[in-house]
């Protein structure tokens, strides 16, 4: 069955630190793995990762895909406290689509 | 260019109503899914909708049902509440579609609370 599996499920830190944001997957005809932040109500959209080895990157957030061991990592450098949120992984297969459960950011000041 | 618009914001029922949420997806998207956000499940998804036709479909009872109208605008049908579909129930539009990489863009939601 697919499935999509985040880790951690939540994490504290403070500003200034580095987070690393885990996402492994296992998706039937996988296409592609997008990020999503997501701070009150509506996820907005960070990253659609399509290939392997390549790394997006947006400010001080950056996300790579390793499409041979099925997982996908989100960094996040230099926290602010507006990074706070839920960040959550969707692995889209050639007929479904699979959100983790999500990883619960707080950054203190 | 106005973003996914989802009515009611919040709405409180009673177990054995039914309730109908409404979605209006970003204008020229044409595909518009619905989703079920509780604190211990996730992210779940209900279903797709794509020019008028239901294209997919998560493992939700029958009791959960939509649709999609000519204007892409879209509803979704709960009958028979139980109380443990008190959840944020989350819309999403896209260009063309699950699995066809292409980004999804959520309207705010709509909590529902069943007593």
């Known amino acids: 069955e697919d499935k999509v599996v985040q880790s951690p499920l939540s994490l504290v830190v403070h500003e200034g630190d580095t987070v690393t944001l885990n996402c492994s997957y296992e998706v039937t005809n996988f296409r592609s793995l997008l990020w999503y932040k997501q701070e009150k109500k509506a996820p907005t959209f960070l990253f659609m990762l399509t290939s392997s080895g390549i790394e997006k990157k947006s400010g001080r957030l950056s996300s790579i895909l390793d499409k041979k061991e099925l997982f996908s990592i989100l960094n996040i450098t230099a926290t602010q406290t507006g990074d706070s949120a839920i960040y959550l992984c969707?692995?889209?297969?050639?007929?479904?689509?699979?959100f983790g459960a999500g990883t619960r950011l707080t950054v203190k000041p | 260019k106005a973003g996914v618009t989802q009515t009611p914001r919040y709405l409180i029922k009673t177990r054995g109503q039914q309730v109908t949420l409404s979605c209006s997806p970003i204008s020229g998207h044409r595909s518009v899914s619905w989703y079920q956000q509780t604190p211990g499940q996730g992210l779940q998804f209900l279903f797709e909708y794509f020019s008028e036709t239901q294209r997919n479909k998560g493992n939700f009872p029958g009791r959960f049902s939509g649709r999609q109208f000519s204007n892409s605008r879209s509803e979704m049908n709960v009958s028979t509440l139980e109380l443990g579909d008190s959840a944020l129930y989350l819309c999403a539009s896209s260009l063309q579609g699950q699995g066809i990489n292409s980004p999804l863009h959520f309207g705010n939601g709509t909590r529902l609370t069943v007593t």
């Open positions: 969707d692995a889209m297969g050639e007929n479904d689509m699979r």
